[in-house]
Nanobody, 125 residues
Framework: QVQLVESGGGLAQAGGSLRLSCAAS????????MGWFRQVPGKERDFVSR????????YYADSVKGRFTVSRDNAKNTVYLQMNRVKPEDTAVYYC??????????????????WGQGTQVTVSS
């Protein structure tokens, strides 16, 4: 049974930092590309970032480019999202997702095979 468990969410002030983690189990982690998405109530789930199976290739939404950094540790079956200089508009539930196609720049939710339950991030002004 595949499980993706996010952690690290919480409350931050604008300009501050948060680090999200997503621990994976039940899949061959080092063959999956991993993505981060976010969603606010009443809106669609939006792409944030993606990292290839090896970690050698990353991709970001324009809204977070230069502020967020995605990374992974295949030995720990974990993917991270370092969020710096956060803004109130970053407030959302953040989800990690796994795509069995280990490479590519896919930003669509339907392309991902497994999802976590999400972690809330709230940024105050």
């Amino acid at each position: 049974q595949v499980q993706l468990v996010e952690s690290g969410g919480g409350l931050a002030q604008a300009g501050g930092s948060l680090r999200l983690s997503c621990a994976a189990s039940g899949l061959t982690f080092n063959s999956y590309a991993m993505g981060w998405f976010r969603q606010v109530p009443g809106k669609e789930r939006d792409f944030v970032s993606r990292i290839s199976w090896s970690g050698g290739w990353t991709y970001y939404a324009d809204s977070v480019k230069g502020r967020f950094t995605v990374s992974r540790d295949n030995a720990k079956n974990t993917v991270y999202l370092q969020m710096n200089r956060v803004k109130p508009e970053d407030t959302a539930v953040y989800y990690c997702a796994a795509d069995r196609r280990g490479t590519g720049a896919d930003t669509k939710t339907v392309s991902y095979d497994y999802w976590g339950q999400g972690t809330q991030v709230t940024v105050s002004s």
